[in-house]
């Protein structure tokens, strides 16, 4: 029960760390968990509340669980999906892999109407069934699911190179940050360097880097270290009582 609550818990709202795996893992223990023990289970998810960011990603562990059963078991899956849009739709597809992103769930299938592949962000999607129909397995077009979504999804984004250096060990880093964020390498033991691209928007980057409760150097992008030195800026004003946000003349420009 601890396992399936942990699990069902972590899935749901998209927690780094938790990857495909732990999805699978989950799908196959409440195969075999008995009766009352599964309705224990869904009983303490409906009866508790996660603190989350609030960013409306938050998904029913039963979509991932029977989405990550489709893919394995090479069942075709339909569900009502809806686009960026608001556009509401009804697809039948051929569910290859999941993919987490840190903070979002992507469904990489190929699409049978659409005679395509395609990603579907798991948080639009709705009443995921399995048909029981199976399939035989296509071979994906780009690399592996990972590479893919990172194509289809970001495509066209704007994207950053990104160079930090950190005033921590490298294993400290790294249990802090997303693994997306690119690699972190060791220059001595008390020091440590994150390099990759991203696309994500600088803001949440410089607020991302500030959590990681040590010191570090931002010398890539320069749109990060302009960012960060606004966000410095202004988060000392704020300790310092400077700015009173209930006085609209005490506010700095942009602020």
Known sequence: MAIAVGLRAGAGHAVEGVEEASVRALAKLEQVLPARLRHRVSALQVATMPLT????ASIAPETLTVMASAAAGHERLRFSYRAGDGTESRRLTEPYRLVSTGRRWYLVAYDIDREDWRTFRVDRVAEPFAT???FAPRELPKGDAAEFIRQSVWRGQ???DIDVTFAAPAEFVVARLPSALGT????DERRCRLRGTVTDS???LAVRLAMTDCDFA????PELVDCLREL???LTRAAEGTEDPRDPASRSPGA
Request: no cysteine; charged share 25%.
């Open 184 to 187: 972190v390498d060791v220059l």
């Open 53 to 56: 960011s609030g960013d409306g």
């Open 158 to 160: 704007q994207s950053y």
């Open 202 to 204: 600088v803001e949440w």
């Open 218 to 221: 931002a010398h890539e992008p």
């Open 232 to 234: 410095g800026s202004r």
């Open 132 to 134: 029981g129909a199976r």
